[in-house]
Nanobody, 122 residues
Framework: VQLQASGGGLVQTGGSVRLSCKAS????????VAWFRQAPGKERAFVAH????????SYADSVKGRFTISRDNSKNTAYLQMNSLRPEDTANYYC????????????????WGQGTQVTVSS
């Protein structure tokens, strides 16, 4: 599975951004997909997760009610809609895919897209 993330940029506090994660290669429908983020000097942190088949979702407490993970099976693409952005959301955002394991742990993901930077200005 190859993943390509896109959609980052500079946005003001309170604004919105939608990130995309395009998958290619093996049947992506069999994989769960997640978004992580990493700010300078910090560890990579879980943001959101979706079981590809059933569509059940989970979120980090810090983004609940503001971010929404979704997917379009026909396009082999996952999304992260980010609303009400705050300066503390500034980070490099990564999409990842896995078959099994604790979805909150980045070490359980075997496939990663390149990061896409989101910068929220105050």
């Amino acid at each position: 599975v190859q993943l390509q993330a896109s959609g980052g940029g500079l946005v003001q506090t309170g604004g919105s951004v939608r990130l995309s994660c395009k998958a290619s290669g093996r049947a992506f429908r069999n994989y769960s997909v997640a978004w992580f983020r990493q700010a300078p000097g910090k560890e990579r942190a879980f943001v959101a997760h979706m079981y590809w088949g059933a569509g059940a979702t989970s979120y980090a407490d810090s983004v609940k009610g503001r971010f929404t993970i979704s997917r379009d099976n026909s396009k082999n693409t996952a999304y992260l809609q980010m609303n009400s952005l705050r300066p503390e959301d500034t980070a490099n955002y990564y999409c990842a895919a896995q078959l099994a394991g604790d979805y909150r742990q980045p070490t359980n993901y075997g496939y990663w897209g390149q990061g896409t930077q989101v910068t929220v200005s105050s």
